[in-house]
Structure formats: C-alpha cells, structure tokens
Nanobody
Framework: QVQLVESGGGLVQAGGSLRLSCAAS????????MGWYRQAPGKQRELVAS???????NYGDSVKGRFTISRDNAKSTVYLQMNSLKVEDTAVYYC?????????WGKGTLVTVSS
C-alpha cells in the first residue's frame, strides 16, 4: 500500500497563491499517476490535476492556466502550485495516487479563499 501525507492548505485572499504538497511512502515504485482532487461543500469530488510517471499532465477546465502540477520522483512527492486563487476554489483538496490495480487517497487539506 501507499501512504500519503498532504500539506500546504490554509486561508488566502482571492488573487493569492498556495502550494500544496503530497508525500508518498510505501510501495511507491508501483505508482503510475499522481493527482489532486477537490470537494467543495455540497458538490461532488472533481479532478483538479494529475501527472503520470512520464510527466504527462491533465487539468480540470476551471483551473487551467492558474494551477500547475509537478512531481519530484526522488522525493516521491507531488506538488500543486495554485495561483490567482478564486473564492470558488475553496474546497478540501485530496491527493490521489494510482497504480495498475489500485489507488490511495490522502486525508485532505482545506483551502479557503476569501473575497
């Protein structure tokens, strides 16, 4: 299994920036994709961004051009740089890693964007 530890959430004003980190441990050599999802109150969990082991990226439409996902394979860590934050970005952000026959979720970190 893979364990995930997220950090970097908090309160920020609209237009500001935050950087989330997610460190993986365990059977990390099996990981093929790392990503971030978010869930706002009353809404379904949605993809924010993902990155494959080959560094191919995918972004949700609402964050394209504002958020950047990256990974440090040596540290088994995935990052989410969030710029130009909007009030509607307020949500719990969850780290997710996937491998051929499974996936693992972090506990989530709260991002609150104030107007």
């Amino acid at each position: 299994q893979v364990q995930l530890v997220e950090s970097g959430g908090g309160l920020v004003q609209a237009g500001g920036s935050l950087r989330l980190s997610c460190a993986a441990s365990g059977i990390i050599f099996r990981i093929t994709r790392m990503g971030w999802y978010r869930q706002a109150p009353g809404k379904q969990r949605e993809l924010v961004a993902s990155i494959t082991s080959g560094s191919s990226t995918n972004y949700g439409d609402s964050v394209k051009g504002r958020f950047t996902i990256s990974r440090d394979n040596a540290k088994s860590t995935v990052y989410l740089q969030m710029n130009s934050l909007k009030v509607e970005d307020t949500a719990v952000y969850y780290c997710n890693v996937a491998w051929s026959d499974g996936s693992s979720w972090g506990k989530g970190t709260l991002v609150t964007v104030s107007s």
